[in-house]
């Protein structure tokens, strides 16, 4: 029972010492690592309503509201730009991407983005924009990048033409939701459309980008305009000093 109390004293500092850090920085990367701590604990407790669990446990949670708090985000800087629509068209050459914040239409009806996020994996990374939450967004466009993990992705530019096929185009998934009470739709272009993406240097906490994106559909979906990623920012004890 004393290695356990001993145990949970010790934890209990630890998190006081990385809580008081994250308030003092702002932060995105240490979201992560409290899921790693969440995880570490269970595997080393079998007994998971042990009473040394349960204040750790209290002690990470106190550790997560303060790092929410300390992760603000300057605001991101299309959010005060206009909202330009597009002209759809599959003429890569002749295609313009508007000084306004990213929207469209999509299957017919508007298009506003409101999240632009990248998830990078090995070979490629993912680039989406969307309109709504999570599985059930009301509208949403994917691309797919042929860049590694390690690679840097400012000043880096696409330009897809409609007759553009193989390694030449870009994988596009659109997703959109007919009817809330079922899955959305889904649909992957492999070609026949235009692009022109660029992604710019990147700032303490957006990478901006522009984006221009005509589909070949009946609807003549649509997207262009400027964008920001949020970068998710770690805390000193994260980054490498290599």
Do not use: C
Request: without cysteine; proline residues 7%; glycine residues 6%.
């Amino acid at each position: 029972m004393f290695f356990v109390l001993k145990l949970t004293s010790n934890w209990q500092n630890w998190f006081n010492r990385k809580s008081d850090d994250m308030a003092a920085h702002s932060s995105g990367g240490e979201m992560a690592h409290i899921a790693n701590v969440y995880k570490v604990l269970d595997a080393t407790d079998p007994d998971k309503m042990a009473a040394g669990q349960i204040k750790m446990r209290a002690a990470i949670a106190d550790a997560e509201a303060k790092a929410r708090e300390a992760a603000k985000l300057q605001p991101d800087p299309t959010l005060s730009m206009p909202l330009l629509p597009p002209t759809w068209t599959l003429d890569v050459v002749a295609a313009t991407i508007p000084k306004g914040r990213v929207n469209g239409s999509s299957s017919g009806t508007a298009f506003h983005v409101e999240t632009v996020s990248l998830d990078r994996g090995p070979s490629s990374a993912v680039l989406t924009f969307q309109e709504g939450v999570g599985t059930t967004a009301d509208h949403e466009l994917t691309i797919y990048l042929p860049v590694g993990t390690n690679d840097d992705l400012a000043g880096k530019s696409w330009s897809v033409a409609k007759e553009a096929k193989g390694k030449a185009a870009l994988q596009i998934v659109k997703r959109w939701t007919m009817d809330p009470k079922f899955a959305p739709v889904q649909k992957t272009i492999y070609n026949g459309y235009a692009m022109k993406l660029e992604l710019g240097e990147p700032t303490r906490d957006w990478q901006p980008g522009r984006i221009f994106l005509a589909l070949p559909d009946t609807n003549q979906t649509v997207m262009a305009g400027e964008f920001s990623i949020s970068i998710p920012r770690k805390l000193p004890w994260e980054v490498s000093h290599k």
